[in-house]
């Protein structure tokens, strides 16, 4: 009798705790509806869900080449989706999803006890699809100890409210449009195309399997990182379709056997393909956005699912940006080979010490009030970091002044491809926009020789012949200071007259110097606002070298007179913007070119002598070296103390300009041999050019030819390359007297 006394005294003590535990667990619900935790959604507003949408940026072909976004979300209807899709997502995540109101009662009490009882964040399975909906349209917030109970509260109130609002079929259409996926995705299609590089509707079996296994841990099963892991999470989830018939054994047993092959896609503003093209697009569309407030309800480059549509060609610009690593990985090479010991970005030069006292970390710690030397230890300190180098990652373990010397001697360059009417189809402004955010295809360097073209161009148009002869021999103007202009190489020219064809293969400095004197300074500044060159260009003789600062736009635009009926295009990459629906927001039109620049005949005869530079002068290693067979033209270009290397190709349909050298002005090649324009930057276009052969899509390109100049044109410019002084010139000239004379070009 007294067991059974104290026993129902347990048992009631049991029911009188288990009522409290059920009366504050009701009160402290009751808490979270009434909203003591932050208000649910109404009725009305989980009515109008509105999910973010990326909006995506398509190439000239209407392939998909990048995103802006908050979160990385594309949303598309259910009947978009497989259904091999539906089945997975529904075998894992929630078997029971078409029988419960929102919850799934013993799932739920296994929850309960997991999660919220024994704080395990790692539990899962209790919640239902559209709880998992309610948790993915609604951001937990963060509340210490309750963070976990307040969420799952407000995630069964708000599932109910979802299962009373909405079908089954349109809940499982909202949770595959906004569940969070690998890759920093949200969304089956933003994940399908970032993962496999397709829309979701072509997804196989295994692939949707795959993507579905990713939704228990987004970065531990992560196909592209840990393949492994990935497959055998896919597996499961293929186990579980079978489980629940939606598999025979024999489908389970093929798709289990298939191999994972990801296309993985990056998108991300700091990766991905054509980054510093697509921060130049940003830029311009915000600014389009808040020009046009009346088109869209609330216009956001980030969420309101714009389609833009560019004139870059996605695997032109694949081409040009693998291009670019081949070739400066090795020219990096040879750049730091030839200084050795003797780098100027080493840690004991001025110019590191400098660069460090503008570092993030100098900065704090300067702040804080810490002396020189206490400084520079803590920089010395090394520690595990990574490092990139033209597109690779490697492990290291660094200080940060190490990792500031890494950096700090990094080549740079700046790669544009315009097409004859200013269509721009690739833009490559640097080696890596994470770490190098400034984009070459805009900053002002000065360009070297290829400045000569357009000086040669209003040579030509003010009268002089391609066929005109001019000596080589050395100059010192005495109203400039006895400046002195000088050709490169050793070669004894005290004698020797060039054509104006062969001094433009060439790059013959002297003979140019002479060409701006006789044509006037003001008739070349003329032509080259013509060519919509709209930086200041300097009014001194040594324009005529390329003294001039411009950008790669800038004389990509130029040069595209050349095979544009004389006019100077200019550069654009706007084609149209839709909205999410696909409705047309508005149209860009090429820009209207100028006016002709020059006549016919000059652009005839300025082709012939730049495809001549391609043949026979600075340019040929097109053709000896790189074996290219294409038409084409271009000039090479060297600024002086080797700190600037150009190239500007030219086919019969499309301009490149290429701008290699360092980001910082005091450092540059050590020689000529490494840093000339034919070394440094012609390489690139070379290996655009050769990638571009052995892709028939690009034939209407590579296999262009130019137009057949006219009779008179080609008799313009039938003449031997050079002359020589006649007998009695030589005889009374002293070879070893410099010849001084007064500059008289600026007023012609």
Same mark, same amino acid.
């Given at each position: 009798?007294?067991?059974?006394?104290?026993?129902?005294?347990?048992?009631?003590?049991?029911?009188?705790?288990?009522?409290?535990?059920?009366?504050?667990?009701?009160?402290?619900?009751?808490?979270?509806?009434?909203?003591?935790?932050?208000?649910?959604?109404?009725?009305?507003?989980?009515?109008?869900?509105?999910?973010?949408?990326?909006?995506?940026?398509?190439?000239?072909?209407?392939?998909?080449?990048?995103?802006?976004?908050?979160?990385?979300?594309?949303?598309?209807?259910?009947?978009?989706?497989?259904?091999?899709?539906?089945?997975?997502?529904?075998?894992?995540?929630?078997?029971?999803?078409? &029988?419960?109101?929102?919850?799934?009662?013993?799932?739920?009490?296994?929850?309960?006890?997991?999660?919220?009882?024994?704080?395990?964040?790692?539990?899962?399975?209790?919640?239902?699809?559209?709880?998992?909906?309610?948790?993915?349209?609604?951001?937990?917030?963060?509340?210490?100890?309750?963070?976990?109970?307040?969420?799952?509260?407000?995630?069964?109130?708000?599932?109910?409210?979802?299962?009373?609002?909405?079908?089954?079929?349109?809940?499982? =259409?909202?949770?595959?449009?906004?569940?969070?996926?690998?890759?920093?995705?949200?969304?089956?299609?933003?994940?399908?195309?970032?993962?496999?590089?397709?829309?979701?509707?072509?997804?196989?079996?295994? =692939?949707?399997?795959?993507?579905?296994?990713?939704?228990?841990?987004?970065?531990?099963?992560?196909?592209?990182?840990?393949?492994?892991?990935?497959?055998?999470?896919?597996?499961?989830?293929?186990?579980?379709?079978?489980?629940?018939?939606?598999?025979?054994?024999?489908?389970?047993?093929?798709?289990?056997?298939?191999?994972?092959?990801?296309?993985?896609?990056?998108?991300?503003?700091?990766?991905?393909?054509?980054?510093?093209?697509?921060?130049?697009?940003?830029?311009?569309?915000?600014?389009?956005?808040?020009?046009?407030?009346?088109?869209?309800?609330?216009?956001?480059?980030?969420?309101?699912?714009?389609?833009?549509?560019?004139?870059?060609?996605?695997?032109?610009?694949?081409?040009?940006?693998?291009?670019?690593? *081949?070739?400066?990985?090795?020219?990096?090479?040879?750049?730091?080979?030839?200084?050795?010991?003797?780098?100027?970005?080493?840690?004991?030069?001025?110019?590191?010490?400098?660069?460090?006292?503008?570092?993030?970390?100098?900065?704090?710690?300067? =702040?804080?009030?810490?002396? &020189?030397?206490?400084?520079?230890?803590?920089?010395?300190?090394?520690?595990?970091?990574?490092?990139?180098?033209?597109?690779?990652?490697?492990?290291?373990?660094?200080?940060?002044?190490?990792?500031?010397?890494?950096?700090?001697?990094?080549?740079?360059?700046?790669?544009?491809?315009?097409?004859?009417?200013?269509?721009?189809?690739?833009?490559?402004?640097?080696?890596?926009?994470?770490?190098?955010?400034?984009?070459?295809?805009?900053?002002?360097?000065?360009?070297? @020789?290829?400045?000569?073209?357009?000086?040669?161009?209003?040579?030509?148009?003010?009268?002089?012949?391609?066929?005109?002869?001019?000596?080589?021999?050395?100059?010192?103007?005495?109203?400039?200071?006895?400046?002195?202009?000088?050709?490169?190489?050793?070669?004894? &020219?005290?004698?020797?007259?060039?054509?104006?064809?062969?001094?433009?293969?060439? @790059?013959?400095?002297?003979?140019?110097?002479?060409?701006?004197?006789?044509?006037?300074?003001?008739?070349?500044?003329?032509?080259?606002?013509?060519?919509?060159?709209?930086?200041?260009?300097?009014?001194?003789?040594?324009?005529?070298?390329?003294?001039?600062?411009?950008?790669?736009?800038?004389?990509?635009?130029?040069?595209?007179?050349?095979?544009?009926?004389?006019?100077?295009?200019?550069?654009?990459?706007?084609?149209?913007?839709?909205?999410?629906?696909?409705?047309?927001?508005?149209?860009?039109?090429?820009?209207?070119?100028?006016? *002709?620049?020059?006549?016919?005949?000059?652009?005839?005869?300025?082709?012939?002598?730049?495809?001549?530079?391609?043949?026979?002068?600075?340019?040929?290693?097109?053709?000896?070296?790189?074996?290219?067979?294409?038409?084409?033209?271009?000039?090479?270009?060297?600024?002086?103390?080797?700190?600037?290397?150009?190239?500007?190709?030219?086919?019969?349909?499309?301009?490149?300009?290429?701008?290699?050298?360092?980001?910082?002005?005091?450092?540059?090649?050590?020689?000529?041999?490494?840093?000339?324009?034919?070394?440094?930057?012609?390489?690139?276009?070379?290996?655009?050019?050769?990638?571009?052969?052995?892709?028939?899509?690009?034939?209407?390109?590579?296999?262009?030819?130019?137009?057949?100049?006219?009779? &008179?044109?080609?008799?313009?410019?039938?003449?031997?390359?050079?002359?020589?002084?006649?007998?009695?010139?030589?005889?009374?000239?002293?070879?070893?007297?410099?010849?001084?004379?007064?500059?008289?070009?600026?007023?012609?």
């Amino acid at each position: 009798m007294k067991v059974n006394k104290k026993f129902k005294q347990i048992l009631k003590k049991i029911a009188i705790a288990l009522g409290i535990a059920f009366g504050l667990a009701c009160f402290f619900m009751g808490t979270v509806y009434f909203g003591l935790w932050g208000a649910l959604p109404s009725n009305k507003e989980l009515k109008e869900l509105s999910q973010y949408r990326a909006s995506d940026i398509y190439d000239i072909n209407n392939e998909l080449i990048g995103k802006f976004y908050i979160e990385n979300r594309q949303p598309i209807p259910l009947d978009s989706i497989p259904q091999h899709v539906l089945d997975a997502v529904i075998a894992t995540e929630d078997a029971r999803f078409y &029988e419960h109101n929102g919850i799934d009662t013993s799932s739920l009490f296994r929850v309960v006890i997991k999660s919220i009882l024994l704080q395990d964040k790692s539990a899962g399975g209790g919640s239902t699809l559209t709880q998992q909906l309610a948790k993915n349209l609604f951001k937990r917030k963060e509340l210490s100890i309750f963070t976990l109970p307040v969420a799952k509260c407000k995630e069964i109130f708000i599932a109910k409210r979802i299962e009373s609002i909405y079908e089954k079929d349109r809940i499982l =259409e909202l949770y595959l449009n906004s569940a969070p996926f690998s890759g920093n995705t949200n969304g089956i299609e933003s994940a399908s195309r970032k993962i496999f590089n397709k829309p979701a509707q072509k997804l196989t079996t295994s =692939e949707g399997a795959t993507l579905i296994g990713t939704l228990k841990a987004t970065t531990y099963y992560n196909p592209y990182r840990y393949p492994e892991r990935s497959t055998k999470r896919r597996n499961v989830v293929l186990q579980q379709m079978y489980k629940y018939n939606y598999l025979t054994e024999a489908a389970l047993i093929k798709f289990q056997q298939d191999s994972l092959v990801t296309d993985f896609a990056r998108f991300d503003e700091q990766n991905g393909l054509a980054p510093y093209f697509r921060e130049k697009l940003r830029q311009r569309m915000l600014i389009w956005c808040k020009e046009n407030t009346n088109l869209l309800k609330q216009p956001n480059l980030y969420t309101s699912g714009l389609k833009i549509y560019t004139t870059l060609d996605k695997k032109m610009q694949e081409y040009a940006e693998a291009a670019t690593r *081949e070739h400066l990985q090795k020219l990096q090479g040879q750049f730091e080979g030839e200084y050795g010991s003797k780098k100027p970005w080493g840690q004991k030069t001025d110019l590191f010490k400098n660069k460090l006292k503008t570092t993030n970390a100098y900065i704090k710690l300067k =702040e804080k009030g810490y002396t &020189e030397a206490v400084i520079l230890d803590s920089l010395r300190i090394k520690r595990k970091m990574n490092v990139s180098s033209f597109g690779k990652q490697r492990k290291v373990r660094f200080s940060t002044m190490d990792s500031l010397e890494f950096y700090l001697k990094s080549l740079n360059t700046g790669t544009l491809a315009v097409a004859a009417d200013g269509a721009i189809k690739t833009w490559v402004g640097g080696v890596d926009f994470e770490n190098f955010k400034y984009d070459h295809i805009q900053s002002r360097r000065q360009v070297g @020789s290829t400045f000569k073209p357009i000086l040669y161009a209003a040579a030509l148009e003010s009268g002089m012949q391609p066929c005109d002869y001019i000596s080589a021999r050395e100059v010192a103007y005495e109203n400039l200071d006895n400046w002195t202009p000088s050709n490169s190489g050793n070669k004894d &020219e005290k004698y020797i007259n060039y054509s104006i064809k062969e001094a433009l293969t060439q @790059s013959i400095n002297t003979v140019s110097v002479k060409i701006i004197e006789t044509t006037g300074i003001p008739k070349v500044i003329a032509l080259s606002k013509k060519l919509n060159i709209t930086s200041k260009l300097p009014e001194v003789p040594s324009l005529a070298l390329g003294t001039a600062e411009l950008s790669v736009l800038e004389m990509a635009g130029a040069y595209t007179a050349f095979i544009n009926e004389s006019k100077a295009s200019i550069p654009y990459y706007l084609v149209k913007i839709e909205n999410a629906q696909g409705k047309v927001l508005e149209k860009f039109d090429p820009p209207t070119p100028s006016k *002709e620049a020059f006549s016919k005949t000059t652009r005839q005869q300025m082709l012939v002598m730049m495809q001549n530079v391609v043949n026979n002068g600075t340019a040929k290693r097109l053709r000896a070296n790189y074996l290219l067979k294409n038409q084409l033209a271009g000039k090479t270009g060297t600024t002086q103390s080797n700190k600037d290397a150009w190239f500007v190709g030219v086919t019969p349909t499309l301009v490149t300009v290429t701008w290699v050298g360092h980001d910082d002005h005091r450092i540059g090649f050590k020689s000529t041999r490494v840093g000339q324009g034919a070394n440094a930057a012609l390489p690139i276009t070379a290996k655009l050019l050769q990638k571009m052969n052995s892709d028939k899509r690009f034939d209407t390109i590579t296999k262009a030819r130019f137009p057949i100049p006219s009779k &008179e044109v080609l008799a313009s410019l039938d003449c031997p390359p050079t002359k020589r002084d006649g007998f009695l010139k030589r005889l009374f000239t002293n070879p070893d007297k410099k010849k001084t004379k007064n500059f008289n070009g600026k007023k012609n």
